[in-house]
C-alpha cells in the first residue's frame, strides 16, 4: 500500500495549485482520504476528508472555500484544489487513507496510511 503526492510548488499569494495523491494498492472504496499539512515547529494539522464514498467532504475552518477534495477512484487518485493561497498555507502537504465507513474525519489519528510529502510554499 502506498500514497506517493505530486504537485506541489512555490506560488505567489493569492495564487493555485493542484495537488495529486496517486494510491497504490488499495481497495479504494474501502478507504477514506485526507489531506494534512505540517509546518516547521507546528503540528500536523488536518485540512481535508473525503468519505468511502466520496459523497460527504469535511474541511478546517482554516482552508474552507478555499479548498476542494475530491477523489477519482478509477484513477487511484485523491486531489486538494488550493486556491487563494496564503502565506501560511506553506507547508510540507500529505495525503493520508484510513479504512473507517462513516464520514469524514479531519483529524491524523483516523488515518494509518501516509505519503512521503510535498512541498507547498507561497511567496512573492
Known amino acids: 500500500l502506498d500514497l506517493v503526492e505530486s504537485g506541489g510548488a512555490l506560488v505567489q499569494p493569492g495564487g493555485s495549485l493542484r495537488l495529486s495523491c496517486k494510491a497504490s494498492?488499495?481497495?479504494?472504496?474501502?478507504?477514506?482520504f485526507a489531506w494534512a499539512r505540517q509546518a516547521p515547529g507546528k503540528e500536523r494539522e488536518g485540512l481535508a476528508a473525503?468519505?468511502?464514498?466520496?459523497?460527504?467532504?469535511n474541511y478546517a475552518g482554516s482552508v474552507m472555500g478555499r479548498f476542494t477534495i475530491s477523489r477519482d477512484d478509477a484513477k487511484n487518485t485523491i486531489y486538494l484544489q488550493m486556491d487563494n493561497l496564503k502565506p501560511e498555507d506553506a507547508a510540507v502537504y500529505y495525503c493520508?487513507?484510513?479504512?473507517?465507513?462513516?464520514?469524514?474525519?479531519?483529524?491524523?489519528?483516523?488515518?494509518?496510511?501516509w505519503g512521503q510529502g510535498t512541498q507547498v510554499t507561497v511567496s512573492s
Open positions: 493520508a487513507a484510513g479504512q473507517y465507513y462513516h464520514g469524514a474525519y479531519l483529524s491524523p489519528d483516523f488515518y494509518n496510511f
Open positions: 494498492g488499495f481497495t479504494m472504496d474501502d478507504y477514506a
Open positions: 473525503t468519505s468511502t464514498s466520496g459523497e460527504i467532504t
